[in-house]
């Protein structure tokens, strides 16, 4: 009689379970009167497309984007240094709200915007050396509701999430060792999103390059 297997062999791709990404997300998590008072204020953010370097070749970013943070908070990604500009009214009282809800103590932000779907942001990690080991980063939507993936950097696992206006995705420490993200171009997308991606960085890291 034919011996049945006891399960002992190596295990089936449909056994392996895939990884999940140490995320949370809250859909609406800002109304649609705070949702509304940061767009407007937004129209008046110095946004701009840096050149940055990648693999080597310099090019401007497919979006707009400013860098706001406390005194001392200043950014380093892709060879561009960026001085954090003071904090506007509405992006400081949604860092507090963070802080009040989820204990976030982010002293930065960086906004991003996309005026429609031809604009996007490439495969990264948020792992920049300034980034505080063990901190959380928080990414709020505004505005049209895009894709944003999410891949596993070993076993190259993806996540797709559709981020609508309102929306909160906390990324939890170390989401950025062992994941990369991205927003792809959807051509189909008409309308301009926001992004506010909030950080918790150290302090005067980049003090020595500041000084006069």
């Given at each position: 009689?034919?011996?049945?297997?006891?399960?002992?062999?190596a295990?089936?791709d449909?056994?392996?379970?895939?990884?999940?990404?140490?995320i949370?997300?809250?859909r609406g998590?800002?109304?649609?009167?705070?949702?509304?008072?940061?767009?407007e204020e937004a129209?008046?953010?110095?946004?701009?497309s840096?050149?940055i370097?990648?693999?080597?070749k310099?090019h401007?970013?497919?979006?707009?984007?400013?860098?706001?943070?406390?005194?001392?908070?200043?950014?380093?990604?892709?060879?561009?240094?960026?001085?954090?500009?003071?904090?506007?009214?509405?992006?400081?009282?949604?860092?507090q709200?963070?802080?009040?809800d989820?204990?976030l103590?982010s002293?930065?932000?960086?906004?991003?915007r996309?005026?429609?779907?031809?604009?996007s942001?490439?495969?990264?990690?948020?792992?920049?050396?300034?980034?505080a080991?063990?901190?959380?980063?928080a990414?709020?939507t505004?505005?049209a509701?895009?894709?944003?993936?999410?891949?596993?950097k070993?076993?190259?696992h993806?996540?797709?999430?559709s981020?609508?206006?309102?929306d909160?995705?906390l990324?939890?420490?170390p989401?950025?060792?062992?994941?990369?993200?991205?927003?792809?171009?959807?051509?189909?997308v008409?309308?301009?999103?926001?992004?506010?991606?909030?950080?918790?960085?150290?302090?005067?890291f980049h003090?020595?390059?500041?000084?006069?």
């Amino acid at each position: 009689m034919k011996q049945q297997g006891f399960g002992f062999g190596a295990p089936h791709d449909s056994d392996v379970k895939a990884p999940e990404p140490p995320i949370k997300l809250i859909r609406g998590y800002l109304n649609k009167a705070q949702q509304l008072a940061l767009i407007e204020e937004a129209s008046a953010y110095p946004l701009s497309s840096p050149i940055i370097k990648v693999y080597g070749k310099q090019h401007a970013i497919p979006r707009t984007q400013v860098w706001f943070g406390d005194e001392g908070c200043d950014y380093l990604y892709s060879g561009l240094f960026v001085k954090a500009l003071s904090w506007p009214k509405y992006a400081r009282l949604l860092q507090q709200k963070l802080k009040r809800d989820f204990g976030l103590n982010s002293n930065g932000v960086l906004v991003n915007r996309y005026a429609d779907g031809t604009e996007s942001m490439g495969w990264h990690s948020d792992d920049e050396p300034e980034i505080a080991i063990g901190s959380d980063i928080a990414s709020v939507t505004l505005g049209a509701t895009r894709d944003f993936f999410i891949r596993h950097k070993s076993s190259h696992h993806k996540v797709n999430i559709s981020l609508e206006s309102g929306d909160l995705l906390l990324m939890h420490w170390p989401m950025q060792n062992e994941w990369e993200h991205s927003l792809p171009r959807r051509m189909k997308v008409m309308e301009p999103r926001l992004n506010f991606t909030f950080r918790t960085l150290v302090n005067d890291f980049h003090k020595e390059i500041t000084k006069d």
